[in-house]
């Protein structure tokens, strides 16, 4: 098991950027698959992004692509998401999530640990 915790959500004006940071417990997070989703007010939690254990392999949803970077620091236990040129659209609460596989994982239910979630709030 693998405790995670975000940081770096926040209000933000449309166009700008934030980077969220997922730390997560142990000595194991190299060994971990991770990915961000996101839940908006009234809708389910989507897919965002996500990166294998070693970074050679990422995938993003369609909605961010171009604009959303994952990379993970193995040595700092951390897996970060930049996100540029951000909408209204965007606001939701983010999620990091981890998965002992060795693939890159899109579909919530791959994953079997959570953190609590960080707020980003774009405003127009």
């Known amino acids: 098991q693998v405790q995670l915790v975000e940081s770096g959500g926040g209000l933000v004006q449309a166009g700008g950027s934030l980077r969220l940071s997922c730390a997560a417990s142990?000595?194991?997070?190299?060994?971990?698959?991770m990915g961000w989703f996101r839940r908006a007010p009234g809708k389910e939690r989507e897919f965002v992004a996500a990166?294998?254990?070693?970074?050679?392999?990422?995938s993003y949803a369609d909605s961010v692509k171009g604009r959303f970077t994952i990379s993970r620091d193995n040595a700092k236990n951390t897996v970060y998401l930049q996100m540029n040129s951000l909408k209204p659209e965007d606001t939701a609460v983010y999620y990091c999530?981890?998965?002992?596989?060795?693939?890159?994982?899109?579909?919530?239910?791959?994953?079997?640990?959570w953190g609590q979630g960080t707020q980003v709030t774009v405003s127009s």
């Open positions: 142990g000595r194991t997070f190299s060994s971990y698959a």
């Open positions: 999530a981890a998965d002992k596989g060795m693939m890159v994982y899109t579909t919530r239910t791959d994953y079997d640990n």
């Open positions: 990166i294998s254990r070693g970074g050679g392999s990422i």
